[in-house]
């Protein structure tokens, strides 16, 4: 008897922190780990290897505490907490790595549900690898905000923990025109097309979208570092007003515009949507344009925004919205983008299937013209700024410090795959505010009304 015992225990002694770990993540998740799994000591389990996938990606848990932010908080949080303060890292693709572990969850939503027989296998795995403690202090670039959801106050201060980051960083993650939105790839097969062709055809394809032509007056809400304010101004000829909430985009906005000489016809202000008003410039404007803005608003405050969009504009004025959106078949039903996406990189952001966003701007008054998925675009356009942080990582690092650079890193792998995966979309939605009469002013041909028809003159006016 005691002879058995001990070989019992000298066996349960020769398993390694890597085995152990790797057969938790087994039982929880139904199937064989599909990555490498490398544990503290250098022990190392998992995926093997094999012809077909001969270099998995390898998950290094540097630190036992990492178990122990699981243990604290499972799920997301625990992972994303215990990724962003380097207790755990990945050796190779993060985004192949997160597809792995996509692929497996239950049932097809990225979540794992541990019932009573694996939360306490769970507990014995950290006991015996010496992981149990107290709850791990949460990083500090966690987001912490205050008040209640959505006041002006603590919308400024959600727009600030993203935005006000590093305009220096930004200038070195985006392409020289500083658009962070979801660029409109139309050469993506040639070699000599890229991101920053991408962006400017982009902010062309709004303007031309929203009809704009010399004289007009154009609004942009959200108009991050200027780049629709100052395409629209340079090769439209309109006149740009920006609204936004970040100190650091506008400080950035009104330089570029003052470089571009462009000072008499773009102002930026930092203001809120619920602050404009028509009664201060006299008369509405002939087209706004939010781009990836409204995903910030929320639901309860949606029917404000939409309303104050269709207030804005003259009769016959488009809007251009491009927006995130939520799939509708059910695989994604965290509206935030999931609990890693509300700590620590968009805090209150709400995103909803696109029906309910058509359905929210049909009762503000807004009569629907054209809606243009682009969701595949945003994986052509994530994947750069995702090789730009991965392949100048101590440039980011100086930038951001290395906190911030893991959370940009699992952010953007993270959106990859979203998109990637159609857990998410994108569409840029066309609206017309109708005349008294119920006529839009429109051109009869769709190709008129989308600024594609090829014999229109061209859009581009010397300065």
Known sequence: MSTSRGRGHDAHSRTTPAQRLATLLEDVLGAPLPVRLRAWDGSEAGHPGTPA???????????????????WSPGELGLARAFVSGDLSVEGDVADGLSRFWRLAQPGT????????????????AARLGAIGPP????????????????????????SHHYDLSNEFYAFLLDPRMAYSCGYWTRNESPDYGLADAQRDKLDLIC???????????????CGWASLLVHA?????????????????????????????????????????????????????????????????????????????????????????????????????????????????????????????????????H??????????????TVRPWLDTLQQHRETAIRM????????????????????EENRMGVHQILTVRTGADGTSGLPRSRTGILGLDPAAPSPVVAR
């Open 53 to 71: 996938d001969p270099d998995p990606p390898t998950v290094i848990v540097h630190r036992r505490r990492a178990l122990r932010r699981l243990l």
């Open 110 to 125: 990225g979540a794992v549900r541990l019932d009573l027989r694996r939360k306490l296998g769970a507990l014995r795995t």
């Open 136 to 159: 791990p202090k949460a990083p500090g670039s966690e987001a912490q905000l205050g008040g209640r959801l959505h006041t002006r106050r603590r919308d400024r201060a959600a727009i």
């Open 208 to 222: 031309r979208k929203l009809g704009l032509a010399p004289g007009m007056r154009l609004l942009d809400v959200g």
């Open 233 to 365: 101004a340079e090769h439209y000829g309109v006149h740009a007003t920006g609204i936004t909430l970040s100190a650091q985009q506008r400080d950035y906005g009104i330089e570029r515009v003052r470089r571009a000489g462009l000072g008499d016809r773009v102002e930026i202000r930092l203001q809120d949507y619920r602050e404009l008003s028509t009664d201060d410039r006299a008369e509405p404007f002939d087209a706004v344009a939010s781009i990836e803005m409204g995903e910030h608003v929320g639901q309860d405050n949606y029917p404000v925004y939409a309303a104050q969009l269709h207030r804005l504009l003259r009769p016959h004025g488009r809007l251009l919205l491009q927006q995130m959106s939520r799939g509708a078949s059910g695989t994604n039903t965290a509206s935030g983008g999931g609990a890693f996406m509300t700590a620590y990189v968009a805090p209150d952001m709400h995103m909803r299937p696109l029906g309910e966003t058509l359905a929210f701007l049909e009762r503000a008054g």
């Open 367 to 380: 009569e629907i013209i054209d809606v243009h998925s682009l969701r595949e675009h945003y994986v052509w």
């Open 400 to 419: 951001i410090g290395a906190e911030q650079w893991r959370v940009w890193l699992l952010y953007l792998a993270g959106a990859a795959l979203a998109f």
